[in-house]
Structures are given as structure tokens and as C-alpha cells.
């Protein structure tokens, strides 16, 4: 049942003292990146431009790159410019496309202490693209017992990542906004320091006690599969555009369908190229 009221996490209260000792067994055991330390590590963009799908909270899913800004030339001082006549900046390009298979989730990054249940029970606590993994729970269940690579934050840091193996999302569960269970998973996620030491403000607690959350539970993937006699290093294959890596996703998931389509769009893609090639 909700408990209803406004959610104010503990260290916004009043008279609040930070005590090691106040956490629960299972947020100090927590570690920050338990990653292989001989492994190939990449950044934030490095792994967006392997995969080619621009990393997106959590769990990124099949998108298109986003385009490039373009570029800002800083004018010389002018003391006889006024405002009317100095030029505004370039407008930032338009988002891409929507990708045909914008449902299927690409790869999931796991950032420094943003899941205090991983360690302990193999949890993701989400409510980014909670609808989408919803809809899927719901319906084909085509992100659900099937390989995904997952990523971890090295430990001291927010934006290099090391890979963490082959992942299967096994079981979803809908935690409802405003309930006693997601003001106890707030709770730990304050209190193992999931937003950095200054944590966040009030308004973005409550925000986030307003919303439906899910608790995904993970399972390792078996070293062989029915679509795969092996999985391999994602970070091994050939990456960037025209790489091998998203049809690979679909092939080890036995996705026949969404390879179709995949190909299709690359087909369409390399032949759109080719007459703005031709144009030029």
C-alpha cells in the first residue's frame, strides 16, 4: 500500500547525520567496479561509436548516432556590434531518426553505485525506459532470455566503462509509484550515495517517488546457447558504422525477423549514400 505524503529522503531532513554504521548490510558491501583489470576499457563515446547507438541511461537501446553540433566560431570583439546586429549561434541539428529497432535493447551500462542490489541479488532498479521494458514484459519478451552485453563503471569513474559479460534479463517487476517498496529503494539508493555525495535536491526525490519503477533481476548467460556456440568479447568485433556488432546482438538472440530488417536498413542506407555520392 502507498504510504502517500511528500517523500523526503533522509539527508534532506532535518538534523540528519551521515553514519556508516546507518547502512544496511547490503549497501556496504556495494563495490564500485568489480571489473577485470587487464580488460579494454572505453569511454562514454568510445562504446556509443561501437555500437553505434548513442549510450542512454541505463539501457540503451538500437538508435541512430546523434548528429554532430556544429561547430561554434567565437567573433572577435566588435564595440560597434549591438545586439541586433551580432549573430546568434548555430542551432543545434535535429535528433535523428527513430530507429527500426528502437525496442531492442543494444547494451546496459551499469554506473558506480547507481544499483545498490546488483552485488547483492543481480538488480537493476530503472525508470528510464520503464515503459518500453514494460511493453515488452507484456507482449514478445524480446529482451528478455536472450544474451545482452553488460558494461560497468571503473572504479573513480562516471564515464569509462569495462565489460562485465554476457547478461540475461530473467524477471521484471513493476514497483507503482508512491509505494512502501520504491521509499524503501530510495531510501537505500540515498544512503549508498547513488547520486554522488551531494546527492539530490527534494524536488527530483519526490519526482522520482512519483514514478513507476521496475526491478529487473539478471542472470549470467550460459557459455552456449541455442543461436550461439560461444559469445564473444563485443569490444573484439569489428565496430562503428558498417561493423559487425548490432547484427551479432541479433544473431546470438535468434532475432531472424529483426536481422530482416536490420539488412534492409543498411541496404536502403548504403544506397541513399551512393546517390548523394552520385549528386556530388
Known amino acids: 500500500m502507498s504510504s502517500g505524503g511528500k517523500y523526503i529522503p533522509p539527508s534532506k531532513r532535518a538534523g540528519y547525520v551521515p553514519s556508516p554504521s546507518s547502512l544496511p548490510p547490503s549497501a556496504r558491501r556495494v563495490s564500485a567496479g568489480a571489473v577485470d583489470s587487464n580488460i579494454k576499457t572505453l569511454s562514454w563515446d568510445e562504446l556509443s561509436d561501437h555500437f553505434q547507438h548513442p549510450q542512454d541511461s541505463t539501457f540503451t537501446y ?16 566588435d564595440p560597434s556590434r549591438t545586439p541586433e546586429t551580432t549573430p546568434l549561434p548555430p542551432s543545434p541539428p535535429p535528433p535523428p531518426p527513430i530507429h527500426p529497432l528502437n525496442n531492442i535493447v543494444s547494451y546496459i551500462c551499469i554506473f558506480q553505485n547507481a544499483h545498490p542490489a546488483w552485488d547483492t541479488d543481480g538488480e537493476l532498479w530503472t525508470h ?16 528478455f532470455s536472450r544474451p545482452v552485453p553488460v558494461f560497468r563503471a571503473i572504479r573513480g569513474s562516471k564515464s569509462v566503462f569495462g565489460f562485465y559479460g554476457w547478461w540475461i534479463i530473467q524477471d521484471l517487476e ?16 540515498e544512503d549508498t550515495r547513488a547520486y554522488g555525495r551531494a546527492g539530490r535536491t527534494a524536488g527530483a526525490w519526490q519526482q522520482s517517488f512519483e514514478t513507476t519503477w521496475v526491478k529487473l533481476r539478471l542472470v549470467r548467460a ?33 532475432l531472424q525477423d529483426e536481422i530482416s530488417i536490420l539488412d534492409e536498413h543498411h541496404e536502403h542506407d548504403k544506397t541513399n549514400n551512393e546517390r548523394t555520392s552520385d549528386q556530388h
Open 62 to 77: 538500437f538508435s541512430y548516432p546523434l548528429p554532430p553540433r556544429p561547430r561554434y566560431i567565437r567573433r572577435e570583439y
Open 222 to 254: 550460459p557459455p552456449t546457447g541455442k543461436h550461439y556456440t560461444e559469445l564473444k568479447d563485443p569490444i573484439t568485433l569489428k565496430g562503428g558504422k558498417g561493423g559487425e556488432v548490432e547484427r551479432y546482438l541479433l544473431e546470438i538472440s535468434g
Open 128 to 143: 528510464s525506459n520503464a515503459d518500453k521494458l514494460l511493453e515488452d514484459w507484456k507482449g514478445l519478451r524480446q529482451n
Open 174 to 189: 513493476v514497483v507503482p509509484a508512491g509505494s512502501d517498496e520504491l521509499k524503501r529503494m530510495l531510501k537505500v539508493k
